[in-house]
């Protein structure tokens, strides 16, 4: 993977996690960069999330640094503030940058009170450590219950794109979820890169959901150092929104794909809509519907679940005019049950990929395709233990 110029990374253990593996990550432009971001809409917002906000509106968009820690969202804590700024501080001497560009974000269990001590003594090893190969190293570092690491990288046109995520589960977008570092050696200014951002994430990780949870600390940050000597105008921005496009949605649906007890990635392809809102917010019922991911992953052509999702999202469309497939299967036929062998498509859909597809019959312009999982009892015994 040819990763984009003028980027290191690193990552240690720092003890924040129960578990002695690497829970600290650290990526850092090797000069000023472009920054854009976009964060949870949730009411409760962890110390970072705040701050890393902050920091992009006090310098204008402008970063050196992202520094990330798992095994403790730093989220609804007597402490959270001070923790974050005090870190962002003693990273911000060690690499000799100015505060404010130094980007923090966590991940892990709320309420918990994180000691800054561990991240801080820290610190001078994960320095230290910092090389342009190991940017996999620093995905793995960021993981919670994920299973896999997840990364994606694109080349166009002279440029980079490369991006590392982590989410297995709360996962509910209205914005961007879990926590994602994008970085690309391609030179654009803030405003461009935020709106380029924006749009990346509306088809990407807008257009997900694992369990209906949206945390407390999504974040999704991209840098743009420039290293490429690559300036994006209007000649080569369709490039490089495709670029950033493609990494983000090759980043949401691994995390889809990795799920939280999931065994089976679901794509749902809405089309016929009035608009692509109509389209977006029928796709994401069925997506939430647990009736609908149980039915999947129990084999189930339960059609009936799919189209009682699409009634209740909000989106106006006539349901004796709707058509629906299960892995290119039609099960119904204009609000009807059609002509199908149970048997033979519930063996289809013992694949690991399925496939919704849904036809309005409004015949309007919107489409939009959503990713999520089905839902096991393995869901449950994760998460009835996180903390313990």
Not at 259 to 286: L, P, Y
């Amino acid at each position: 993977m040819k990763l984009p110029q003028g980027f290191r990374y690193s990552a240690v253990y720092a003890g924040i996690r129960k578990v002695a593996k690497p829970d600290l990550a650290l990526i850092v432009s090797e000069v000023e960069a472009a920054a854009a971001g976009v964060f949870t809409t949730n009411l409760v917002q962890a110390a970072p999330v705040r701050l890393t906000r902050g920091n992009l509106k006090a310098t204008g968009g402008r970063a050196r640094a992202i520094l990330v820690n798992a095994g403790n969202a730093n989220c609804a804590t007597r402490t959270g503030d001070k923790v974050a700024l005090a870190t962002s501080r003693a990273l911000a001497k060690l690499l000799q940058v100015p505060v404010p560009q130094v980007l923090p974000s966590s991940t892990g269990v709320i309420g918990v009170e994180l000691n800054p001590a561990l991240i801080t003594d820290a610190l001078p090893a994960l320095v230290e450590g910092l090389s342009t190969d190991r940017f996999n190293d620093a995905a793995d570092a960021i993981l919670t219950t994920d299973t896999v690491s997840k990364t994606a990288c694109v080349e166009q046109a002279g440029f980079r794109v490369a991006g590392l995520t982590k989410g297995s589960g709360m996962i509910h977008p209205h914005m961007a979820t879990t926590l994602a570092f994008v970085v690309t050696d391609a030179a654009l200014a803030p405003g461009e890169l935020q709106r380029a951002l924006r749009q990346a994430v509306s088809l990407s990780y807008n257009r997900l959901s694992v369990d209906g949870d949206m945390s407390t600390n999504d974040t999704l940050l991209v840098l743009a150092n420039g290293a490429s000597g690559v300036k994006i105008t209007a000649s080569n921005r369709a490039q490089f929104q495709r670029a950033l496009n493609e990494v983000c949605q090759s980043l949401a649906r691994q995390i889809a794909r990795d799920g939280e007890g999931a065994k089976k990635f679901i794509e749902i392809r809405v089309d016929g809509a009035r608009s692509t809102q109509d389209a977006v917010r029928i796709a994401r019922a069925i997506a939430n519907s647990n009736l609908t991911k149980t039915a999947i992953a129990g084999s189930d052509p339960n059609w009936g679940r799919i189209l009682c999702a699409a009634g209740y999202a909000g989106a106006i469309f006539d349901p004796s005019k709707t058509d629906i497939w299960l892995q290119g299967v039609p099960v119904c036929r204009r609000g009807l049950a059609a002509d199908y062998d149970e048997l033979a498509l519930s063996q289809k859909l013992d694949a690991p990929d399925c496939s919704i597809r849904v036809r309005l019959g409004e015949k309007g312009p919107g489409t939009a395709t959503f990713w999520t999982c089905d839902l096991t009892h393995d869901y449950i015994t994760i998460n009835a233990s996180y903390r313990t």
